[in-house]
């Protein structure tokens, strides 16, 4: 970390909140700085330490399922792109995604507050579900569904077996535990097959549920006590 950032940048390059939600946690009294209470436009420096009060932070985390239509990008959208948090709500706009899906793809991307989550849900060690349906340009033949159910070498890397189901002619569901770069379409190409269309539909026990594209829907209780309980949080 670079000497003497300011407060806010700290704990939004920590996934701890948004600067403007750190800001308010600052005016709050609710951030310490080597045990002394913050101020606004207070700067950290490497080795100083950081404190936010538990029990008033969590109060403000949220959760959220969001279905990514095709055509957005989910992180560092370029000139001319639209982002996730391009199309979002207002009053959604403290919310950050959790995972990539890449522009051509579709369907479910979590939405959260809260950057305990990040390293939880992403890390591979982990190993959490999520499931895709995949359309391919021609009829499925089952040595497709062995080559992903024993590992395919997309470049230098061999892929851990996933479970692959025939959902229809041309379509297949994919539930994979790892998540390399555009996994499903290289493990697929490599398969002499060419990816028509991709949408996931769960992350472990999140569905997408009927959400159209573009919709948001915040967890219910019992869902989001089940996810955060398989989490560790």
Do not use: W
Request: charge should be positive; charged fraction near 30%; include cysteine.
């Amino acid at each position: 970390m670079q000497e003497g950032v300011r407060i806010n940048k700290y704990l939004a390059d920590h996934k701890i909140c948004t600067r403007k939600k750190a800001d308010d946690f600052v005016a709050r009294g609710l951030v310490k700085i080597n045990g002394k209470i913050a101020k606004l436009g207070q700067k950290v420096n490497a080795n100083d330490r950081v404190e936010i009060a538990k029990e008033r932070l969590e109060k403000d985390y949220k959760y959220f399922i969001f279905n990514k239509p095709v055509g957005i990008i989910t992180h560092s959208a370029q000139e001319g792109q639209q982002s996730i948090n391009d199309i979002l709500p207002k009053e959604h706009q403290d919310l950050f995604p959790v995972g990539r899906l890449d522009m051509e793809s579709k369907g479910l991307i979590l939405l959260t507050n809260d950057g305990r989550v990040t390293d939880r849900l992403l890390n591979p060690r982990y190993e959490h579900e999520k499931e895709y349906l995949v359309g391919v340009n021609k009829p499925i033949k089952t040595d497709l569904l062995r080559r992903i159910r024993k590992g395919i070498y997309i470049g230098d890397y061999k892929t851990k077996p996933a479970q692959a189901i025939l959902a229809g002619e041309k379509t297949l569901k994919i539930i994979l535990n790892e998540g390399k770069n555009h996994q499903i379409r290289r493990m697929v190409t490599a398969c002499g097959y060419e990816v028509k269309g991709l949408i996931r539909t769960r992350i472990m026990n999140l569905r997408l549920a009927g959400l159209k594209a573009g919709e948001i829907k915040e967890l219910g209780p019992l869902e989001k006590k089940k996810f955060l309980s398989a989490i560790g949080l």
